[in-house]
């Protein structure tokens, strides 16, 4: 059974860091488009972040652009977000998601994680 579990978030001060990772197991999942998405409070899980299969290509809202960077280690079936100068209104649920191909849009994934809570206070 394809699982996808995310881990390291938490609360931060606005302009801190932090790093998200995704954990995968069950599939071999160098074969997937990988993503990260996010919830706010009352909004719409919405895209945030994407990673091609080798790594090569990466994909990013433009809220984000700049302050975010995904990459993967293959060999360790891990996915990262490294997000810096955060936001308030960063706060989220952030969610790992993976699909075979592009596009990756919320309601297109074959996979999910349960996803981490990113509280960042102003």
């Known amino acids: 059974q394809a699982q996808l579990v995310e881990s390291g978030g938490g609360l931060v001060q606005a302009g801190g860091s932090l790093r998200l990772s995704c954990a995968a197991s069950g599939r071999t999942f160098s074969s997937y488009f990988m993503g990260w998405f996010r919830q706010a409070p009352g909004k719409e899980r919405e895209f945030a972040a994407a990673i091609s299969w080798g790594g090569g290509s990466t994909y990013y809202a433009d809220d984000v652009k700049g302050r975010f960077t995904i990459s993967r280690d293959n060999a360790k079936n891990t996915v990262y977000l490294q997000m810096n100068s955060l936001k308030p209104e960063d706060t989220a649920v952030y969610y790992c998601?993976?699909?075979?191909?592009?596009?990756?849009?919320?309601?297109?994934?074959?996979?999910w994680g349960k996803g981490t809570l990113v509280t960042v206070s102003s």
């Open positions: 998601a993976a699909r075979r191909g592009p596009p990756l849009t919320p309601n297109g994934m074959d996979y």
